[in-house]
């Protein structure tokens, strides 16, 4: 029988470096400690939007969440490697759908009403590839 230790998930290789999608623990963790994501995710414009939050959204996307070092070398990198990183890591952890469907889903888990029913689930099949350009391999299925 499979259980949830079976499930691997999808990740990508940046700049040799794996990347994946963010839990909904690091997620809670990371507006608890930075209100402004959350402002942002909610379509609100946050006041201030700080680099502390960028590097600490990178660590945790890099599998180091709450790491200080690791979040200190994610602020020491270039813009150009932290959008690099940054971009699958978002799109991994908000799902092929996009931002609107994923809040609506967080929208629901806080109570609030939806409106309609939520779409069934659907079975996805995976296609893991090698990008002859950067040697890098994803199992997500979405090019580097």
Do not use: W, Y
């Not at 998930?9 to 940046?14: C, D, G, L, Q, V």
């Not at 700080?50 to 890099?62: E, L, N, P, V, Y």
Request: aromatic residues 4%; proline residues 7%.
């Amino acid at each position: 029988m499979t259980g949830l230790a079976d499930i691997v998930p999808a990740s990508e290789i940046i700049h040799g470096v794996t990347v994946r999608g963010i839990s909904l623990k690091a997620v809670a963790d990371l507006f608890g400690r930075f209100p402004e994501l959350g402002a942002l995710l909610s379509g609100t414009a946050p006041t201030s939007f700080g680099g502390d939050a960028i590097a600490a959204f990178i660590a945790a996307g890099c599998g180091c969440a709450g790491d200080a070092a690791q979040e200190k070398a994610a602020g020491d990198l270039s813009a150009d490697v932290q959008l690099d990183l940054l971009g699958p890591i978002i799109r991994l952890t908000i799902g092929p759908k996009g931002l609107g469907p994923f809040m609506q889903k967080l929208a629901t888990l806080g109570g609030v009403e939806q409106s309609g029913p939520p779409e069934p689930a659907k079975r996805i099949r995976l296609k893991k590839f090698v990008r002859e350009s950067s040697g890098s391999s994803t199992s997500a299925g979405v090019p580097n």
